[in-house]
Every structure is written in structure tokens, then in C-alpha cells.
């Protein structure tokens, strides 16, 4: 079964600071790729970043990072340097090569950036 | 998800009316997707379609909702007789031919049903 888990529904934290976005997965497939997006108050889905599983190297993008450990079957998102902007939910997703077609997504956190 | 176009943005629509939403794909992309996010929630695959085809359904609801890809023009996802618990924003994303783990986001269509 493909299964990702968002344990944290919210999350603050003070601006100019970093946080860490927790999220974990689960998956017999091999190959697959893990995805977070952002998803303002408006409500389009931003894409962040990517990681594959076989990627040696955490994928990094500007401020975000992806802290991949796979024998964990974790992809937290961290970012650095909050911003005001970056208030939103935050959604980890996960796409398997080789079963099914879709993307699986967590039930997203919230981060409110603080003043 | 840059490029993947969807409208309308919002739709409202009363109780037992048919909501039609519509989906373009990026350029040079064959496969699209359709997803449902409910309040609170994130979102769940419904449908899978290539050019005149229906791939993988296995997220439809049964009844009143079906969707299509036709050979030109975009994708449409229809949803007939609609009711309060159709409310939520619907997603659609595309993808290369044989490139369906990455899959491409719209900006999302908003339906409200009153």
C-alpha cells in the first residue's frame, strides 16, 4: 500500500528562522519520487521541490531542502529563513514508478511565519 | 505548473445542476490527471485519461461524475446532478507519455454547490 503521513497539522515559526516539515512514507515500490508543494490561501498548488530515490545527494532549491532518509522512510521539507510569504499549507506527495498512476499525497500542515 | 490551464477558477452551481470543468494540459503532453481536495484535506486521484482513452478510474465516484480526454480540445471532468459533498476544489495535472511520475499541477477549479 502507498501511504504518506503529515503528523504535524500546524506549525509556527518566527521569521527569519528555519523549520522543518515533517513527513514520512510508505511504499513497496523500488522507484519513486517524493514531491512538496505549497499551497496558499489561494489555492493553487505551488511545486517546491523533488527528490528520486535513487538522487545520492539531498535535493536542495533556494531556501528549501529536502532531508531525505531513506532507510527512514522520511522526506522532511525544511525551509530557511522564514519569510512572511511563506505562511501556507504544505503538502508532501509521493509518486511510484511502477504501481498505479497517481500522485499520493499527505493531509498537508500548516505554517504560520511570525513576525 | 506552469502551463497546465484550467477553468473556470471558481464555479457555483445549485443543487441538481451539472458542473463542467475543464482542464488543458501542458504542451506536448498526452496524459492528464484529475484530482479532488475536499475542506481540510489533501488531494485524492480520481481518474487517469490519455487522448480518447480512460486509463485508470479507480478514484471516480460510481455515479454522476465522469470525465474525458477527446483527441482535440481539453479535458473535461463533468459531474451531473450536483450536491453539497461535490463542494471542493478539483486539480488536474498533466505528464509527458511514459513520464506519469511527474505530473504537472493547474491552478485548481473551486466548485461550490449551493
Known amino acids: 500500500a502507498q501511504k504518506i503521513t503529515q503528523t504535524q497539522p500546524g506549525m509556527f515559526v518566527q521569521e527569519k528562522e528555519a523549520v522543518t516539515l515533517d513527513c514520512t512514507y510508505d511504499t513497496s515500490d523500488p522507484s519513486y519520487g517524493l514531491f512538496w508543494y505549497k499551497q496558499p490561501s489561494s489555492g493553487e498548488m505551488i511545486f517546491l521541490i523533488y527528490?528520486?530515490?535513487?538522487?545520492?545527494q539531498n535535493a536542495t532549491e533556494g531556501r528549501y531542502s529536502l532531508n531525505f532518509q531513506k532507510a527512514r522512510k522520511s522526506a522532511n521539507l525544511v525551509i530557511s529563513a522564514s519569510q512572511l510569504g511563506d505562511s501556507a499549507m504544505y503538502f508532501c506527495?509521493?509518486?511510484?514508478?511502477?504501481?498505479?498512476?497517481?500522485?499520493?499525497f499527505g493531509t498537508g500542515t500548516s505554517l504560520t511565519v511570525i513576525p | 505548473n506552469a502551463g497546465v490551464m484550467q477553468n473556470p477558477r471558481h464555479l457555483v452551481r445549485r443543487r441538481g445542476q451539472e458542473a463542467r470543468l475543464r482542464c488543458s494540459p501542458m504542451?506536448?503532453?498526452?496524459?492528464v490527471y484529475w484530482y479532488r481536495q475536499l475542506p481540510e484535506e489533501g488531494l485524492k486521484f480520481m481518474v487517469y485519461l490519455q487522448k480518447e482513452n480512460i486509463i485508470d478510474e479507480s478514484g471516480m465516484p460510481k455515479e454522476r461524475f465522469s470525465a474525458e480526454f477527446p483527441k482535440e480540445g481539453p479535458s473535461i471532468l463533468r459531474i451531473q446532478q450536483v450536491v453539497r459533498g461535490d463542494s471542493a476544489a478539483y486539480f488536474c495535472?498533466?505528464?509527458?507519455?511514459?513520464?506519469?511520475?511527474?505530473?504537472?499541477f493547474g491552478a485548481g477549479t473551486r466548485l461550490s454547490v449551493l
Open positions: 504542451k506536448g503532453h498526452s496524459h
Open positions: 495535472a498533466s505528464s509527458l507519455a511514459g513520464r506519469k511520475n511527474i505530473q504537472y
Open positions: 506527495a509521493m509518486s511510484p514508478q511502477n504501481t498505479g498512476n497517481q500522485f499520493y
Open positions: 527528490q528520486g530515490s535513487y538522487d545520492q
